[in-house]
């Protein structure tokens, strides 16, 4: 029964699992595609010495190619990778990152489609005749903050498989510090970094959450709920990006450094330590003004009967 209640929560999970795997295959494919080529050289170049074949023409010499052998073996490269660099790389560079633009959607798949039903298939007013309306609001609120866990959950698994994959490497290579995944501040305090993060996520699902919540009130079918759900999501992005930032904030106030700060589809990574502060403080108005408007939305059970009447009618 708890399966079939989570269903839509577990089929989220399952795409974020696989998005998951298929980022460390693809940062695995890009960073170790030339292994093929270099046993080809190591056969071809350097141990049968054909410094005439095409597959040796990158190299002057067969000291040169000695050099690129030991430089780029594949098992001293793999071994060199940290599992910090590792977590980074996946969250920012693969096709992980495809979740700065759709993890509203996912949450909003995950919310609607676990509490849609309530308001279309009668088992509201039968949970009503069991429980008081407060205590399903209650009810509400736990499928608010467990389907808010799910970005934070994830972008732990990405750790803790990297921790595995890196079988606990936390040493970073100078060369390391020439990347753009690489800041001073993130890789000091990985740990705080990593959870302020899941932090800001956590309290951005929210918002994703009370916008679902909005829509279900007003959306009979659970397909317009999830598209409707995503279309405030937009407005909610372009209001805080274009009315408070750009013409309040940068117009009126002429404060012009704070662009990326109000971008909240880009608060998957930060680079300075007084980024955080913005970032926690611009998610946490957001997800306590939406959570007060839902407050208002839900206060009166009266309205919320008869839009679930409106529904089934």
């Known amino acids: 029964m708890k399966i079939k209640q989570n269903k839509f ?26 292994i093929q080529f270099y046993y080809e050289v190591k056969d071809v170049c350097y141990e049968k010495g054909n410094m005439d074949n095409k597959v040796c023409r990158h190299f002057r010499d067969k000291e040169d190619v000695k050099k690129f052998l030991i430089r780029d073996e594949p098992k001293k490269r793999y071994q060199e990778i940290d599992a910090i660099t590792l977590t980074c790389e996946i969250v ?6 495809l979740l700065q633009l759709f993890s509203p959607l ?3 798949i995950a919310f609607i489609g676990t509490v849609h039903s309530d308001f279309t298939s009668g088992m509201f007013k039968y949970k009503l005749q069991r429980m008081t309306y407060k205590d399903y609001l209650k009810t509400l609120s736990k499928v608010i903050l467990k389907v808010s866990l799910l970005i934070p959950v994830t972008l732990l698994l990405v750790f803790i498989f990297s921790i595995f994959i890196t079988r606990f490497n936390f040493h970073v290579l100078d060369e ?4 753009s995944v ?5 890789y000091s305090h990985f740990i705080l970094y990593g959870g302020i993060l899941c932090i800001i996520q956590f309290l951005l699902n ?8 909005y829509v279900c009130k007003k959306n009979k079918n659970k397909i317009v709920a999830i598209v409707m759900g995503f279309v405030y999501y937009l407005l909610v992005y372009l209001f ?4 408070v930032y750009v013409v309040f904030i940068n117009k009126i106030l002429g404060i012009k450094e704070l662009t990326d700060y109000f ?3 880009g608060y998957w990574f930060f680079d300075i330590q007084e980024s955080a502060f913005y970032y926690i403080l611009i998610s946490f108005i957001l997800a306590l003004l939406s959570s007060l408007f839902i407050i208002k939305v839900y206060k009166n059970k009266e309205e919320v009967i008869v839009a679930h009447e409106s529904q089934m009618s």
């Open 9 to 34: 929560i577990i089929f989220t999970f399952l795409i974020l699992f696989v998005l998951i795997g298929y980022s460390f295959y693809q940062y695995f494919s890009v960073h170790f595609s030339y």
């Open 92 to 97: 920012e560079n693969t096709k992980f990152s």
């Open 106 to 108: 996912l949450i909003l």
């Open 176 to 179: 390391v510090k020439g990347r």
């Open 182 to 186: 690489y800041e001073s501040f993130k």
């Open 206 to 213: 929210i918002l994703y959450c009370n916008i679902g919540l």
């Open 240 to 243: 805080v990006y274009l009315i």
């Open 263 to 265: 971008n909240i589809s």
